[in-house]
């Protein structure tokens, strides 16, 4: 297992200097430099950041929004609030590259609401880059906007709304934020961390960048470590690592469980930490908690679908009364009032949900349900 | 540029246009796809999930109504994977519903019901969501409101805020504990509300209906003390068919009549005739505000607008409540009706009017909170004791056991039972326009209104805001002020559509003299009290039947009818005299804008 600093790491130069350097690029040279670095978005969903900018870039439009996403509102993670606190030069060097790739020329930092305490010295901090931008006559505007405090203001859609002043509702898609976003207008969504990794990607280059990972995931990121574990906190690794390694590393020595990629992502059994990769597939949310045989995994995951049954916005079916629906069932059969097998219409609805809801929240709940009932379904029963 | 795109639904080739959606594309070709939080008034939700179909490369499935067609689509809208997603998204459904369905308003026309049906759901499949401490909100004289058998489809929100712009109710907290509210959760009562009803008639389950009051009818029916009459508005006689399983746009008029004698009213009388009243009245008030303007140099509100919607006056003394000058004095054909039925009918037929019962059948929600609005007493007693909508209407001549298709037409009772074709166009909107410039101009030049047939073209149809001018000249002698006046007139319906108008009021740029604003799109006959659905297609139908009623009709002006001549003879003297001024105008009240 190799820990990598790339994210935390110190500028070696003037502050800037790299900004500087970077916008003297051609945008289409970046664009296939982030596409050919294989980087993807850290914010949950994956979704390669070379081709996000490549299709805003091709939208026309007489005003773009660049929106960096730090809502960071997954239990258990807290990776952004580190690098806010401890790069954050970092970030709006990404978002100004972002910006000046696409064309947007008003950039927003969506700031979870319990992060205030951190915006007197990120103001500080984009009134040094809006100073520069301005040596640069690069016409780019960040403003902070605060959260509110819902989970599912971090879905990009969602997020939107409520910069518009409305409900947080997640859209339909299509559009695509990047056909038509905020204001109708075509917007960029990056994660915190996705941002401060394509800045690194265009200083280091796309070659070094990519010798880190597999072929399915490239480059490191950052994983925030919890639960029972000796090592608490953000660590940057490279990608790839399989859970039988992390588990060497950051578990108590008796880890009988890993929840990777968050309450969205999966639950690894032991019998699993050798063949399971952590990220496998685009899960890659960056919350990774560590349970010993004295958790209840039945505790672990009520604890999850009360938080679903409460953060899920509520428009859908599928998700406003699946995860009631779960909590419930897990309940009755705990009780007794469903006998075992009613597990296996619920497995059947994480389907469902999966299929059907309307955004990442609903058909990810599944993931866990179905992933802890099936390994320990002796813990939902007894 | 259209850009035409061709899918494959169910394996049938299907064309549609680029920027539609697979729901729509679906309905063209006729294959049916299951529907709850859409509605074709409305924006697209896509919160139900009901649609979803499985289109070929996809894992997931996809919101039909909210996903926009792409060339070479294939899309299975059966598939097992279909069908299993969408019977277990109902049973959800059902699981967190009150289901009564044998003590419903809506039972039978009830589109979760419908699909609870449809996919078979099996009751038990879920546990039961249901918190019985529930509050039924029932403090409105219109609307009710019973949470526990709301879907959450958001329809009524998105109704309230796109068609009306009154943000009456909006959607509160998330998750579990998403629902349905007021502002601040108040009683409906006591928010904004105008009590238009299309919420109601936008609300797939009974969620959201009107307060009913047959109970009270049929108890005054079966009271030999009491004389009860019943007087129905134009837009019912062409919708109420649809009640009982007849096609949109049937005429009923004569079936009607004959359903209700067969009920027991002891008298089956026309709104049509007050609407006749309202235009003398109406038409009579715009001539001596011009007068005033032109002659006098008088400050007077111009445009005068009209005031027989209930809903709209409220939203107007809501919201632009500095701005009451404008509307008309008179009240609507209903309390115009209530007001000579205890009167001037009373007196007629030698019946003490403590003892006349009067109900109006009405396409409406908010008629029921006018009929009690303390302004409507004029009579000596409340003019209108009950109002009832066509949807009552309908569900009383099913619980009477009156086969309605198979019955002999009846004919209206004299005395206010005559009308003219004016008189029906109330029903639609314009039509308050239409009648009243065909009497207005005859009164000041003493000619037909230069449309052909009577008929004034530019005011019909469902477009937003419908405008049209009149060259007055060669008038009558005492009309002469008005020689050479080039007079524009305009017509909205829909609430939305209201505050475009009012906006150009407060900024002083409104080029109309006269105005007729209707609460509901399409006017009466897609009113909040008409049959469930009322879409556009329908409110089309409807709209045809009743200027069909009205080219059939010899008396097609207000001022011809005879009843009418009559009742100014014998007992009202002249419009806006002084009986008119007690008996048929009213005053309106500013209220909070929140
Ligand atoms: C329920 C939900 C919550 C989310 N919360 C966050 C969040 O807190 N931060 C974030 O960056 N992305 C979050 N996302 C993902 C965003 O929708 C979006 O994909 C992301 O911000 C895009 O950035 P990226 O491409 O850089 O990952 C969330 C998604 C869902 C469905
Ligand atoms: S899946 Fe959940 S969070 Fe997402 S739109 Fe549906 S109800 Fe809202
Ligand atoms: S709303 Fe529909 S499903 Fe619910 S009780 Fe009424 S009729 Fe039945
Ligand atoms: S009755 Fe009309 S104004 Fe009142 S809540 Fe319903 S739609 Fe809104
Ligand atoms: S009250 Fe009716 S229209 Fe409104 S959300 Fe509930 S079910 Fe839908
Ligand atoms: S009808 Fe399409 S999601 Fe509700």
Partial sequence: MKKVDIIFSEYTCEPYAVFKKIMKREKLEIIQELIQSGLRGRGGAGFPTGLKWKAANLTESDQKYFICNADEGEPGTFKDREILTKVPRKVFIGMGVGAYVTGASKGILYLRGEYKFMVAELNKEIELFHKICKELNFDFQVEIFLGSGAYVCGEETALIESIEGQRGEPRNKPPYPTQAGLFGKPTIVNNVETLVSAMMVCNMGAEEYQKLGTSDQRGSKLFSVSGDTSKPGVHELELGLNVADFVEEYGDGDTKAVQVGGVAGFCVPRKDFEKAIIGQGSTTGGSTMLFNSTRSMYRVLINYLEFFAEESCGQCTPCRIGTQQLLKGLKAVKNGTRPPEYLDQLIKLTNTMKIASKCGLGQSVGNSFASIVQNFREEMIY | ?594
């Fill in chain 2, 1 to 594: 540029m259209k850009e035409n795109i061709i899918l494959y639904i169910d394996n049938q080739e299907v064309k549609a246009d680029k920027g539609q959606t697979i729901l729509e594309a679906a309905r063209n070709a006729k294959i049916y796809i299951p529907t709850l939080c859409h509605h074709e008034d409305l924006c697209i939700a896509g919160n139900c999930r009901v649609c979803v179909v499985e289109i070929e490369g996809k894992n997931k499935l996809e919101a039909s109504c909210a996903t926009p067609v792409e060339n070479n689509m294939r899309i299975s809208t059966l598939s097992p994977k279909v069908r299993n997603a969408r019977k277990d998204i109902v049973s959800m459904l059902v699981s967190e519903h009150n289901t009564q369905c044998t003590t419903c308003y809506r039972n039978t026309n009830c589109e979760l019901q419908d699909l609870a049906f449809e996919y078979n759901v099996d009751n038990n499949v879920y546990i039961s969501l249901v918190d019985h401490k529930y509050h039924i909100d029932k403090s409105s004289w219109s609307i009710e409101k019973d949470p526990s058998k709301c879907v959450r489809c958001q329809r009524c929100v998105r109704t309230c805020s796109e068609l009306q712009h009154v943000n009456a109710l909006t959607v509160a907290h998330k998750g579990e504990h998403m629902e349905i509210q007021t502002f601040m959760d108040l009683p409906l009562n006591e928010v904004v509300c105008t009590n238009c009803g299309q919420c109601v008639i936008h609300c797939p389950t009974g969620a959201l209906t009107e307060r009913r009051y047959y109970d009270e009818v049929w108890e005054a029916l079966g009271d030999p003390e009491k004389h009860v009459v019943i007087n129905t508005a134009p837009s019912v006689r062409v919708a109420l068919g649809e009640t009982q399983g007849m096609p949109a746009g049937t005429l009923v008029t004569g079936k009607m009549v004959a359903a209700l004698k067969k009920m027991g009213f002891n008298s089956v009388l026309d709104t049509d005739f007050t609407a006749d009243l309202t235009i003398m009245e109406e038409g009579t008030e715009l001539l001596m505000r011009l007068k005033k303007a032109l002659v006098d140099k008088e400050n007077v509100a111009l445009p005068m607008i009209t005031s027989c919607s209930p809903g709209w006056v409220k939203y107007i003394e809501h919201m632009y409540s500095d701005k009451l000058a404008h509307l008309s004095s008179c009240k609507s054909p209903q309390q115009m009706f209530g007001a000579m039925a205890k009167t001037y009918y009373a007196a007629k037929i030698g019946v003490d009017p403590k003892d006349i019962y009067v109900v109006a059948g009405m396409p409406c929600a908010a008629k029921k909170y006018e009929a009690n609005r303390v302004e409507m007493k004029s009579s000596g007693f409340q003019d209108v004791d009950a109002g009832l909508t066509t949807r009552e209407l309908g569900h009383m001549i099913k619980s009477a056991g009156i086969d309605f298709k198979e019955l002999e037409d009846g004919q209206f009772d004299s005395l206010m039972g005559v009308s003219s074709g004016a008189g029906d166009i109330f029903a639609a909107t314009g039509g308050v326009m239409e009648a009243a410039l065909r009497t207005a101009y005859e009164i000041v030049t003493g000619r037909e209104v230069p449309f052909k047939n009577l008929n004034i073209l530019p005011v019909r149809g469902l477009e937003s805001i419908k405008e049209t001018s009149i060259k007055f000249e060669n008038c009558l002698p005492e009309w002469s002020f008005l020689n050479g006046v080039e007079a524009k007139f305009a017509v909205t319906h829909g609430l939305k559509n209201a505050k475009v108008i009012m906006d150009m009021i407060v900024a002083g740029e409104c080029p109309y003299i006269f105005v007729e604003i209707m609460a509901c799109p399409g006017g009466c006959i897609g009113g909040g009290g008409q049959p469930i659905p009322t879409n556009n297609e329908i409110r089309k139908k409807r709209m045809e039947a009743i200027y069909r009623e009205d080219a059939g009709k010899k008396l097609r002006k207000s001022h011809e009818n005879p009843e009418i001549i009559q009742i100014y003879n014998d007992f009202l003297g002249k419009p806006l005299g002084e009986l008119s001024h007690k008996l048929l105008h009213t005053k309106y009240r500013p209220r909070n804008r929140y």
